[in-house]
């Protein structure tokens, strides 16, 4: 569905690997009725999204492995759960040993969606905590609701805290690097930006690779373009770029409101012609 594809573009690609210093964890998570087994547990630290000179400690609970990179920050793992779906939950404690934000990840909704928040009824029970260690119970006393989704969870975990290090956007170039600008590629990007941002649909189906052309036969499509014009950056510089066949990458940096992005595109060449397959982007605040 173009919906998810969307959003998904607008971060950043994910490793295939699973990482692997998962902890012990014996939980379930309720949503509707149906009982998800959460069988893999993650913690790292992460900066506390409400005082940057803190930091919280990261924890995850999940039915299914995750790549080290979905530990990152939260548009990786929402990258992440977009290529896999996943039941389970996020929650981030402070060094007062509150938890300050809690999210909930489902396959389950009944009114469609992945996730939402939910902090405050939680309970959380720690055993330990320290820079390399956490440990204890997370559990809702009874079930609740979310909007017609009843859920309700309880989780023990016994997890390393551990450090994950960000990928060298520069290590997916391949085959022969491109001149400043990024070439013809470089041309077929910033051609594809025009129309987007000119809300051409027609104009966008020419431009993408013939699989995101199918997606934007999808009814929401014109609903969620919108959505994607104000969430593209609407200055972008090319850093670098490579091309290995009939694939290319291009790197981009935009800076907009104090905040700097930076993009890793994939272009494929159909035809003959260098088509836009994926746009991923991530943002950090200055």
């Not at 300050?100 to 330990?128: E, M, P």
């Not at 320290?130 to 204890?136: E, F, I, K």
């Not at 170039?173 to 990007?189: C, D, H, I, T, V």
């Amino acid at each position: 569905m173009y919906i998810r594809r969307s959003l998904a573009a607008l971060t950043l690609l994910v490793s295939a690997a699973a990482f692997a210093d998962a902890g012990k964890v014996n939980g379930t998570l309720t949503m509707n009725g149906n009982v998800a087994k959460l069988k893999y547990a993650y913690a790292v630290t992460r900066p506390d999204p409400f005082d940057k000179k803190k930091t919280v400690t990261c924890v995850i609970a999940s039915d299914i492995e995750l790549p080290q990179t979905a530990l990152l920050d939260d548009m990786e793992l929402m990258s992440a759960t977009m290529n896999k779906p996943m039941n389970g939950l996020q929650w981030l404690i402070n060094d007062e040993k509150d938890v300050i934000s809690l999210q909930i990840f489902t396959t389950h909704r009944k009114g469609g969606g992945t996730q939402f928040s939910s902090v405050g009824a939680q309970k959380l029970d720690l055993k330990d905590m320290t820079a390399s260690h956490v440990a204890g119970r997370l559990y809702l006393p009874k079930p609740d609701d979310f909007f017609g989704d009843t859920y309700q969870y309880d989780i023990n975990f016994d997890v390393p805290v551990t450090t994950v290090k960000t990928p060298d956007p520069k290590d997916d170039l391949k085959g022969k690097m491109l001149p400043a600008g990024g070439g013809e590629p470089g041309k077929a990007y910033q051609a594809y930006r025009k129309v987007l941002l000119a809300g051409n649909v027609a104009g966008l189906k020419k431009a993408v690779s013939k699989d995101r052309a199918a997606e934007m036969n999808d009814p929401d499509f014109p609903k969620m373009l919108p959505l994607v014009q104000a969430m593209t950056p609407k200055t972008v510089k090319i850093t670098a770029g490579s091309v290995d066949g009939d694939t290319a990458i291009l790197l981009t940096e935009a800076k907009e409101k104090g905040e700097t992005s930076t993009g890793k595109i994939t272009l494929v060449k159909e035809a003959g012609a260098w088509k836009i397959a994926r746009e991923e982007w991530k943002s950090k605040s200055e």
